[in-house]
């Protein structure tokens, strides 16, 4: 067990765990931030996408060691009152059938805008391919990605 | 107006307080309400809401509180069935408040996702529980203005009265109507008048969804609650021995013990449960000597075809004499493997047994059965046995069982504390239950004028129950005709997977009556058209579906695809009904150098009314990316009792860029609406199968396509 000081959404939080404990149980189990999915636990399907940075990393295989002085955003700390444009468009085109891979889903496309704020189709398919949604939502998903690219330019 | 009785049963007057409702202690009204707006949460909104009936209660402020009684995992009933009681409410929808009920046996009937089967169940009570409210209302608004009630109307949320223009809403007759006599006879709307119904209504979780709440099972955090993990044995096996002396080291492990042939490992938090599963080690051995393995099953297959026992399960004609004096006969067999339901939640459950009762969490798709599952276990009566239904993750028909309920219980009770069971990926996809493997063998009979006179179907499949839909198209069109199924009882555990046993069978039905048409030379359109006019205009024994429905999806996707109009183009054609709608899907596949492309699918379905249409063109679309992708690529595998497959890595699913453009079409009409969870995934194989077939000539009979010899040539997947 150590010490971990880590930044989340702006914040500081200290946690003691083993050092090759994933962030994602890290933010599920110890700091209540349910937001990110667990799923697959081998970066196969994207459920827990987290931006490190500007990056969407699955947080399922990143060990809490590793994550250092590196700002840490989930679902939870995207917007403060959900209002990101990739919320909005989320809900404006309604995407989710049962919406346990949405937060991953609007994270990995969260990281895509911060490249690339005018992505063309094929931009948005590459980016989102790392991402399973079992209900087969990826014709809305596409749709959000393209509507929400729309509002920041 | 259409007067109906009500049912006292569904509308027992209840304390307001007695709720129900999933009190998660948050709530957004709605996505597109102003977000500066207080909001009132869930727990003070029931302090004051009067209730009406199970579905219904009203607050003095104007909110209206709907109860949705079914399990929600992705088909849109926690939008789609408070949107039916506020249509007859005339509710204003921005007020409506949607709460997830708990299970209830006195208050609902059916609380069960399966099957397609909620949205007509349920659309009449419904529609009562609104239009009795409504009447109620009315009543103490005449009272109130000392008018008759024949001079009032309702609009959004308020009560109108024609001569004076007075409004009174709904919040302000909430507590007065309440207390007025439960009305026996209410009218129902006409379906021109419908305002809320037919209107795309945005899921009533978006908000929730989409900042990361606490929705779903897995998020469950109760106040000392443990984690645990469980290990279970392959299929056919049972423990040997267990070491579990490296495991019970890894810090944050608090105890390891064996329930039946499982291991349970208990912890305070979930990493170290999964690594301490890693060091656990369990030796196994057969239960009887055989483990089962895909090499066993497909001799299985071949020789029980051949020669096992079948059951009949429908004889029309004498088929024996058809074939023999038939100018052309047609067969061929079609197989396809066992699916995991792969949900992205994995299963799990939160189970507190307490001395006076159990307290249940978590997502499942027959709350009913999760209780009687944990009574037993734990040895009290059901009624001591409460169950509170998250938002489900998924669900495919996996969660229709209890097994992940029965483990949370078993180890609740062993530890003496609450605990919450999480399966891994890999315990999700090599924990069973699957969608049964199946092999069929088709036969037609072609007279000289090419008209088919024999039709046999023989199905083998794994514990697949009956393995055929005997009275399904183009049943009651064929002279000669017999239906035959075969079970081999398995080891290893299925289950019904999103549209039981039609998910595999529409696909071989659809590819082998194209290879019909085709021995006949005719347009595969044309030819299901002649078989449903002989099934309309001198139908054979029983007719278990709507000739002119079935016929109506037909005409609109050809219409929509403008079939046979296409240059370069494969057209296929499937049409299925199945859990009462009818789906017909034309796929276009283009040849693009030397390699098939499958560019579009166009579907028209019929399911009666649309009641939300966001939520409808989702489940249309989502079955038939459901039906692509594993008729597609995914394909299970067995050795020595296990599957081979055992994470997303090579257990595939499809992804985004392997979707081709989905056009989404309803037939209009009147009628009552049916489910759509389901009837829109099995058309999709065909269409597939027979758009490929007309693009390159090569007929495929087996799943996943992917990995079939007549694609080997080919490259297939992504789009360009």
Partial sequence: MANYNLKINGKSYQVDVDEDTPLLWVLRDHLGLVGTKYSCGIAQCGACKVLIKDDAVPACVLPVSQVGEDEVTTIEGLSESGDHPLQEAWNEVDVAQCGYCQAGQIMAAAALLKKNPAPSDEEVMDAMNGNICRCGTYHRIKEAVLLASSKIK | MKTLKTNRRDFLKIAATAGGGLLLGFHFTRCDSPSKMKVVTDEELMAQAVNYNSYLSISPDGHIVIFSPNPELGQNIKTSFPMIVAEELDADWSKVRVMQAFLDGEKYDRQVTGGSGAMPHSWERLRKAGATARMMLMEAAAKRLDVDISELSTEKGQVLHSGSKKKISYGDLAKDAAQLEVPED???????????????????????????????????????????????????????????????????????????????????????????????????????????????????????????????????????????????????????????????????????????????????????????????????????????????????????????????????????APVKVTWSREDDITGGAYRPAVRYRFEAALDKDNKMIGYKLRGVGMNAGNCTRENNFPSGSVDNLLIESIEYKSDLTTNAWRAPITNFLAFAEQSFLDEVAEAAGKDPVQFRYELLDRAKNKPVGEIHYDIDRMRGVIELVADKCGWGQKNGVGQGLSVYFSHRSYVAQVAEVRMEQGNPVLERIYAATDCGIVVNPTGADQQVRGGMVDGMGHAMFTNMTFRDGAPTQKNFDSYRLIRMKEVPEIEVHFVDNEIDPTGLGEPALPPTGGAISNAIYWATGKRLRNQPFIEQEELKEYKIGQRA
């Fill in chain 2, 186 to 416: 209410v009218p129902l709307k006409k379906v021109k008048d419908f305002k809320i119904i037919g209107t795309p209504i945005k899921n009533v979780d978006n908000k929730a969804m989409f900042t990361g709440k606490p929705l779903f099972g897995l998020d469950i955090y109760k106040e000392g609650m443990m984690n645990a993990m469980v290990k279970r044995p392959p299929f056919g096996m049972k423990i040997k021995s267990v070491d579990d002396e490296e495991a019970k080291k890894v810090s944050g492990v608090t105890e390891i013990f064996t329930f039946g042939d499982n291991v349970a490992i208990v912890g305070i938090s979930t990493w170290p449960l999964m690594k301490a599963k890693q060091k656990l080690k369990v030796e196994y051995e057969p239960k009887n000597g055989k483990l089962e393995s895909s090499e066993m099953h497909n001799q299985l297959f071949t020789d029980l075809m051949k020669n096992g026992k079948a059951q009949v399960m429908r004889k029309d004609g004498n088929v024996n004499s058809a074939f023999r004096g038939a100018a052309k006969v047609v067969s061929a067999e079609y197989q396809c493997p066992f699916l995991s339901h792969s949900p992205m939640e994995p299963m799990n459950f939160y189970a507190h047994v307490k001395a006076d009762g159990v307290e249940l969490v978590g997502p499942t798709q027959t709350p009913d059965r999760a209780r009687s599952a944990a009574a037993e276990i734990a040895g009290v009566d059901v009624e001591k046995v409460s169950v509170e239904m998250t938002r489900l993750g998924g669900g495919f028909g996996r969660r229709l069982r209890a097994d992940f309920v029965e483990e949370a219980v078993s180890i609740s009770k062993k530890i003496g």
